[in-house]
């Protein structure tokens, strides 16, 4: 099988790509910002997937990521979480493709137009648009997360 790099930004679906592609037997490293300087070089990999996520959604999960377990802790309201979020920081996901993903792989994928069917080939590289994709080996969920969704309780789950 395969050597694949999903090289993404956080909370964009990586742990349940993660979970599918290692399922078909694929060998399957992980790269953020933080790490990818100490995995293999990028040309070593077979292909390389990223993932795109609608920026609004992206940030309310990152900020639960950081956050939710102190604020299920604390006795908050609303308006307080609101106020939290959008203090924090709403750019990471707008500027990640030309700030971290050009930097390491020298591919700047806004030149290109992105397909109807949320999948952009690149050569090696594959960006997927996450709101597009069936998310069989979804891994952030109650059982997970405290302040996760059982995807039981949504419609048709």
Wanted: hydrophobic share 35%; aromatic share 12%.
């Amino acid at each position: 099988m395969s050597k694949i790099l999903v090289f993404t930004m956080h909370k964009v679906g990586s742990s349940s790509m993660l979970r599918g592609l290692k399922a078909e037997g694929h060998e399957v490293d992980r790269g953020y910002e933080e790490n990818i300087s100490s995995l293999p070089p990028i040309l070593s990999y077979d292909a390389i997937y990223t993932l795109v996520r609608e920026p609004i959604s992206r940030n309310i999960s990152w900020f639960f990521e950081m956050n939710g377990n102190r604020l299920l802790k604390e006795s908050t309201t609303l308006e307080h979480i609101k106020e939290e979020f959008l203090a924090s920081d709403q750019y990471y996901s707008l500027d990640w493709f030309g700030r971290v993903f050009f930097t390491a792989t020298g591919v700047d994928v806004y030149k290109y137009d992105f397909p109807p069917n949320g999948i952009l080939f690149l050569g090696k590289i594959c960006v997927l648009r996450t709101d597009q994709m069936k998310h069989e080996h979804r891994a952030d969920t109650k059982e997970t997360r405290p302040y996760g969704i059982s995807i039981k309780s949504l419609p048709n789950g």
